[in-house]
């Protein structure tokens, strides 16, 4: 079950839930990993419950399992039940939660913390368990002004040595988007687009962002054998897919690029620095548009969620035919309909 080729995290230091352990240990292909930062900073509660929630009811749906990341009291956690999902997603000064990255989990684990996974951390853990496929809103990436301050995400590092592929609505709006297209070239990630014929590579809250991925995956089939090839080829780098947000709920990019530069003026009126800067700004962003950013931010990362849980079942189908994956499919609508408690 653990990738022998990752020596990063002792299985000792892992836990996994049972459903999570029984399809990694039959059909590993159909776990589909979620990060936990966007449960504990990046939207307020309760909507980040609600969309915790409902993102791993939706993978559920499509015959894929769930398996949301985190650090709790030190351990890291594969899959997360909902009393752990509502201790994160309320995020108090008790539970002390930090957001975490590769350079944090050492202190968080040695210090018996709660920690939310961002992109880096989740990859991590995920390649480590042995999970091919991640869905999550957006990944971070070279911050404006980045030739001046060298601020580059962990994110865009993880991904050039992870071999896991990572579904979002590209590049979070507020980050130099032209230049983390270099970087991750630089780092040997395969950029794609789903849904986009002309590959314009999404922008996050807007569908466009004026940059271009070197591929368009047409098909979930597709978009399976890729992953199916990125591991027969042995290439050790992750795959990064573009899924635009919806249309319906996409924003103007003007309107977006004016609240993100006032944002961004005001982050730096309050010295707000190191890895602060995305959840404040994101803050900043859903109260000057009102909540609609917040709205557009739970569409996608769902949306996303669909997309990549259909990837896995296509990916389960080719490397281990039909029949693998209607079995597990049928396992999950079961999980699904035991799961459908309320949670208050």
């Keep these: 079950m653990f990738n022998s080729a990752t020596p990063v995290a002792s299985p000792a230091l892992i836990d996994i839930a049972p459903e999570v352990r029984e399809t990694l240990r039959h059909t590993p292909q159909l776990v589909v990993a979620l990060e936990s930062t966007i449960i504990t900073h ?77 992109v880096a951390g989740t990859l991590l853990v995920a390649d480590a368990v042995g999970i091919r496929i991640f869905a999550t809103g957006g990944i971070g990436g070279v911050h404006r002004e980045g030739e001046r301050t060298m601020d580059v995400s962990a994110d865009l590092i993880e991904l050039g040595r992870c071999p896991v592929a990572v579904v979002s ?112 700004i994101l803050s900043a962003v859903s109260a000057l548009t009102r909540g609609k950013s917040l709205d557009a931010n739970m569409a996608l990362i769902k949306n996303n969620a669909l997309v990549a849980a259909d990837i896995a079942v296509e990916l389960a189908r080719i490397e281990n035919g039909s029949s693998a994956a209607m079995e597990q499919k049928d396992g999950a609508s079961l999980a699904a309909d035991g799961a459908g408690a309320p949670v208050s």
């Design 42 to 118: 990046g939207m307020p509660y309760p909507h980040n419950l609600d969309t915790a929630l409902e993102v791993e009811q939706i993978v559920r749906q499509q015959g894929a399992v769930p398996a949301t990341i985190a650090i709790v009291e030190g351990r890291i956690k594969v899959g997360l039940g909902a009393d752990q999902l509502r201790l994160l997603a309320r995020n108090d000064s008790s539970a002390q939660t930090l957001k975490t990255s590769r350079r944090d989990m050492a202190y968080v684990m040695a210090t018996g913390r709660n920690g939310g996974t961002t």
């Design 169 to 280: 609505s590209g590049v979070k709006s507020i980050l130099d988007i032209p230049r983390t297209l270099e970087y991750l070239e630089t780092q040997g990630v395969c950029v794609t687009t789903y849904g986009s014929e002309d590959c314009e590579f999404p922008a996050f809250y807007t569908r466009s962002s004026g940059s271009k991925a070197a591929y368009n995956l047409t098909s979930l089939t597709v978009a399976a054998k890729m992953l199916h090839m990125n591991r027969a080829l042995g290439l050790g780098s992750g795959i990064l897919i573009g899924v635009p947000i919806p249309e319906r709920y996409a924003m103007d990019a003007n309107e977006m690029n004016a609240v993100i530069a006032e944002a961004l003026g005001e982050a730096e009126r309050k010295r707000i620095q190191g890895k602060e800067v995305t959840p404040f």
